[in-house]
T-cell receptor, first 108, second 113 residues
């Protein structure tokens, strides 16, 4: 059983489209992180959310932490080919668990 | 500034051989993490050091795996003897303080034949 379930597992969209990916758990988290991993590289931290209901924006990326601190979403506006990668959420006890990941492909 | 440095970047070995992976964390960071990533199981924590002391090694698969951190600037992950199921990408990450903000190295891609 995965502590952190992410959906969808795979997503392929056209450049310019919007998308949302999700990270869900049955556990409450003190904080949750989102990472992006490109092929052949290690994950890179995008954001940390801490407060229930918190919304953080990073250019075209919007991150939301659920009110109950059990789930989070990442919304990308006007996706670009450079957004292609594996998106991972992380959290759980001691923030040491990673989700199953969403593999995003943005087609030019 | 240099990020987390891992060596080697690629390793191909035969079953039964000893494999040693190396990591140099970011200077000033006091926490170090070893992860393994596979398509089937995703990214899994193997062991977590804080101030050179192992804090959580519950993810270490079995006695064949061992990790050391002799000082703040160096860590090793050793597999002896290696098996084909150990084939994966092994990542080292470091942070200052807790695990909330980890910086990952480029990984070592291990193939055990």
């Amino acid at each position: 059983t995965q502590l952190l379930e992410q959906s969808p597992q795979f997503l392929s969209i056209q450049e310019g489209e919007n998308l949302t990916v999700y990270c869900n758990s049955s556990s409450v988290f003190s904080s949750l992180q989102w990472y992006r991993q490109e092929p052949g590289e290690g994950p890179v931290l995008l954001v940390t959310v801490v407060t229930g209901g918190e919304v953080k924006k990073l250019k075209r990326l919007t991150f939301q932490f659920g009110d109950a601190r059990k789930d989070s979403s990442l919304h990308i506006t006007a996706a670009q080919p450079g957004d292609t990668g594996l998106y991972l959420c992380a959290g759980g006890p001691n923030n040491l668990f990673f989700g199953t990941g969403t593999r995003l492909t943005v087609i030019p | 500034d240099a990020g987390v440095i891992q060596s080697p970047r690629h390793e191909v070995t035969e079953m039964g051989q000893e494999v040693t992976l190396r990591c140099k964390p970011i200077s000033g960071h006091n926490s170090l993490f070893w992860y393994r990533q596979t398509m089937m199981r995703g990214l899994e924590l193997l062991i977590y050091f804080n101030n050179n002391v192992p804090i959580d090694d519950s993810g270490m698969p079995e006695d064949r795996f061992s990790a050391k951190m002799p000082n703040a600037s160096f860590s090793t992950l050793k597999i002896q003897p290696s098996e084909p199921r150990d084939s994966a990408v092994y990542f080292c990450a470091s942070s200052f303080g807790g695990p909330e903000t980890q910086y990952f190295g480029p990984g070592t891609r291990l193939l055990v034949l």
